[in-house]
């Protein structure tokens, strides 16, 4: 009895020891824990230090702020070394970013659209996300970009504004962007994304539509100012026709003055596309649609700013992944979504200021042309047989390895049931002018002793002299010409028009005809206006030919590549 006692005893003084050694473990960790918690509370003093430096950072600037400067769009000058400084950056950056940082985020804008706008009525009751990219763009644009949407959007329609920072190299984006939305714009829906690479601006869209909840996706570049019921009519269209994608008017920001310049109230433009596979403004199309205040037809659209029904854009197939960098996307969206079965308009009750810039302020990862090559990728898969009037720019382009994989565009194609190219020119943009299509004749146009019409270089929709150059042996842009339906000698946008009765230069075709008119005769090209002929005699090196009185000598006499019929 007694040694069971004892037994008992020696049992519980063994528990005691092992809760001791439990609980003198428990007080280490304990122990352990409130030192980590002590050096967690100093990485968070450590935080409060970094937020010190940039809320003195962001005081400093916002003291700087000149009140009231650039109100009402005005242009806004800064005076002594700040505007020395002003002329400075505006050559470096392509932007006057000293004075966009003494520029308050939330200048007045007056209301921009034309005065029927006011009579319209909109009650959407989407929501949308506005994403904004942004590669090394200055914090005060991008911020003006983000008020101007904040001030200017009814809260019930605004899902949230998504920022995309490209993997910005720029060390004023690192931190304080985000301490800004913070602290400044903690009341709003203000997410901001860094990409861990730069993957070019398609990548970044495309990010940012992937984290976007709202029922539309509005993307704006990240210098850009809304204004007066922006929203509201993109919106609205949306909600009635959720296949219809919308462009707002762009207006133009100076990029020296910030200056917000409207074209008049009602004189706007659509957007078009060049052989060469630009973007380019164009004048409405249609005589009906012409002084609407609804939303026209565009056949394409600039690309930075537009806005699309959140499903929709995953439905058609939103980006080609595959296309790097900067350009193309724009023609590749717009060619796609009229093929598949969507539209695309401009809404002119809409309109956006966007800062246009002489030149990339940023630079390319290995100076690849990306814009050539994203544009050979949709030449590819979206223009059929008229791909050949791109190549004819970018031959170099045509069968390169480089323009990559276009397995998946090609089945999404397929997998859409798209309409053709040709559907798309005859009915979307019948105004079009195809070089080698409906026209009498085309290509080179040579002498016989081997000298052909030559634009010497001119640019698009300039004018400049119609001249005369050695023939290339392979066909080269410049000497590429056509005589259309309607008569004229021409290029893609500007056509052969005697001056002065004698000199002949390459202007804008106006289809009126006159000087601008020429007849194909025995080899002649004959200008009834004038009663001449185009002579390749004396002409100078780098300067305009001439039409002269007809004599059916060797300098009158032309040939083209090819003919279909005089
Ligand atoms: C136009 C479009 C632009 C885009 C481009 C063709 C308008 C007004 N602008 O040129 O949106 O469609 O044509 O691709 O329609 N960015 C990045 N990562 C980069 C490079 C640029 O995020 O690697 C950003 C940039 O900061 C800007 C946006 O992409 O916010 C567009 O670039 P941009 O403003 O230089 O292009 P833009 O307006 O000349
Ligand atoms: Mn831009």
């Known amino acids: 009895m007694l040694i069971r006692c004892f037994r008992v005893k020696r049992i519980y003084i063994k528990l005691l020891f092992v809760l001791l050694v439990i609980g003198s473990v428990l007080l280490l960790y304990l122990k352990y824990l409130t030192e980590n918690l002590r050096s967690l509370r100093n990485t968070d003093k450590l935080v409060r230090t970094s937020d010190h430096v940039f809320e003195n950072k962001l005081r400093e600037w916002e003291m700087k ?13 800064l005076s002594g070394e700040d505007s020395i400084a002003g002329e400075k950056a505006l050559k470096k950056s392509a932007l006057n970013t000293v004075l966009s940082d003494r520029m308050p985020l939330d200048r007045k804008l007056r209301d921009p659209r034309n005065s029927k706008c006011k009579d319209l009525k909109y009650s959407p009751t989407l929501k949308a996300s506005v994403i904004v990219i942004f590669y090394n763009e200055l914090m005060s644009v991008i911020l003006r970009t983000v008020w101007s949407v904040l001030l200017q959007t009814p809260s019930h329609l605004l899902q949230e504004i998504i920022l995309v920072d490209d993997c910005s190299t720029d060390e004023s984006l690192k931190g304080l962007l985000q301490y800004y939305l913070e602290t400044r714009l903690k009341n709003y829906n203000v997410k901001l994304i860094r990409l861990k690479h730069r993957m070019g601006l398609i990548r970044a869209r495309l990010q940012g539509a992937r984290e976007a909840q709202g029922d539309a996706l509005i993307f704006l570049d990240a210098h850009c100012e809304a204004t007066k019921d922006w929203i509201e009519p993109l919106l609205s269209r949306i909600e009635e026709d959720k296949t219809a994608v919308l462009v707002p008017i762009i207006d133009v920001i100076e990029a020296s003055n910030l200056a917000y310049s409207t074209n008049g109230d009602s004189s706007f433009q659509v957007g078009g596309f060049s052989w060469s596979g630009h973007f380019t403004w164009i004048d409405i199309q249609d005589e009906n649609d012409k002084g609407k205040v609804t939303p026209i037809k565009s056949p394409t659209m600039a690309g930075g700013l537009f806005a699309i029904e959140r499903r929709f854009f995953w439905d058609i197939g939103s980006y080609d992944e595959q296309m790097d960098g900067w350009g193309g996307e724009n023609l590749e969206m717009s060619f796609r979504i009229w093929q598949c079965g969507g539209r695309l308009e401009t809404v002119p009750c809409s309109r956006v200021g966007h800062i246009f810039r002489d030149f990339h302020p940023y630079s390319f990862p290995d100076n690849k042309d990306t814009h050539g090559i994203n544009t050979a990728r949709l030449a590819h898969v ?30 999404l194609r397929q997998k859409l049931k798209c309409k053709s190219f040709k559907w798309y020119l005859q009915n979307v943009y019948p105004e079009k002018f195809i070089p080698d299509e409906n026209v009498f004749a085309y290509g080179q146009v040579r002498t016989e002793f081997e000298m052909c019409l030559d634009d010497l270089q001119l640019s698009d929709d300039k004018v400049g002299p119609l001249g005369l150059y050695q023939c290339h042996q392979f066909f080269a842009v ?10 004229e000698l021409r290029k893609e946008n500007v056509c052969a028009e005697v001056f002065n009765e004698h000199e002949v230069q390459l202007t804008e075709c106006h289809g009126h005809k006159r000087e601008q008119y020429w007849e194909y005769k025995n080899g002649t090209l004959f200008n009834p206006s004038t009663k001449k002929c185009l002579s390749s005699d004396r002409v100078e090196n780098g300067k305009a030919l001439k039409v002269e009185k007809c004599q059916g000598g060797v300098f009158q006499k032309w040939s083209f590549t090819k003919v279909n019929r005089t």
Do not use: C
């Open 478 to 487: 410049s000497q590429y010409f056509s005589l259309s339906s309607d008569g």
């Open 65 to 77: 702020i000149i009140p009231g400067l650039g109100d009402n769009g005005e242009p806004a000058f």
């Open 382 to 411: 979206w223009m059929d047989e008229y791909k050949r009037l791109f190549f004819m720019y970018q031959p170099a382009l045509e069968n390169n390895p480089i323009v990559g994989d276009l397995t998946h565009r090609k089945q």
